[in-house]
T-cell receptor, first 111, second 115 residues
């Protein structure tokens, strides 16, 4: 059975802090791993990782995948209150490209 | 690009009513769309994969007769919650991607409340 674990499940930090969100997975027919940010409604896409060891960056956010150890991390530096959201990671399977999401990490950034 | 539209955004109805939710890809064609359900402060639970021109593929534990999915065209998939009951109240959200091995783009979701 496919399994996705995220940690921590909840996190409260102060503005300016750096956070690391973890995602481990066990899925059959793995293709890629995706990270999304969900605030109120639709999740918005952050990163898609297909190869191990290649860091992807977008502003203060970065992410990397380890396909041997079956995990990924999402880093956010110099956090801002606008980073407060639920961060979802989801391995994409080769069958239909369906994505199985983890439980999410709820991040709260306080001024 | 890659915009997914979902309608309606909110539905409140009586128990026993059937409710139809539409998911449209506005600027691309999608042979596959996905339907998720999300409980408060919980993650997205994949319900089914909607395939254009063929039957949907349901995840284990999802009742096919309860959640009817139709994917009649390359830009439209519909989810019908049949004879809805209060336990079906939830946030339903769809997604699609323009091509294979690409990120999914999500609709804004439908909040369903059954009284």
């Amino acid at each position: 059975e496919d399994k996705v674990v995220q940690s921590p499940l909840s996190l409260v930090v102060h503005e300016g802090d750096t956070v690391t969100l973890n995602c481990s997975y066990e899925v059959t027919n793995f293709r890629s791993l995706l990270w999304y940010k969900q605030e109120k409604k639709a999740p918005t896409f952050l990163f898609m990782l297909t190869s191990s060891g290649i860091e992807k960056k977008s502003g203060r956010l970065s992410s990397i995948l380890d396909k041997k150890e079956l995990f990924s991390i999402l880093n956010i530096t110099a956090t801002q209150t606008g980073d407060s959201a639920i961060y979802l990671c989801g391995p994409m399977k080769t069958s239909y490209d369906k994505v199985i999401f983890g439980p999410g990490t709820s991040l709260s950034v306080i001024p | 690009g890659a915009v997914v539209s979902q309608h309606p955004s909110r539905v409140i109805c009586k128990s026993g009513t059937s409710v139809k939710i539409e998911c449209r890809s506005l600027d691309f064609q999608a042979t596959t769309m996905f339907w998720y359900r999300q409980f408060p402060k919980k993650s997205l639970m994949l319900m089914a994969t909607s395939n254009e021109g063929s039957k949907a593929t349901y995840e284990q534990g999802v009742e096919k007769d309860k959640f009817l999915i139709n994917h009649a065209s390359l830009t439209l998939s519909t989810l019908t919650v049949t004879s809805a009951h209060p336990e079906d109240s939830s946030f339903y959200i769809c997604s699609a991607s323009p091509s294979g091995n690409q990120p999914q783009h999500f609709g804004d979701g439908t909040r369903l409340s059954i009284l």
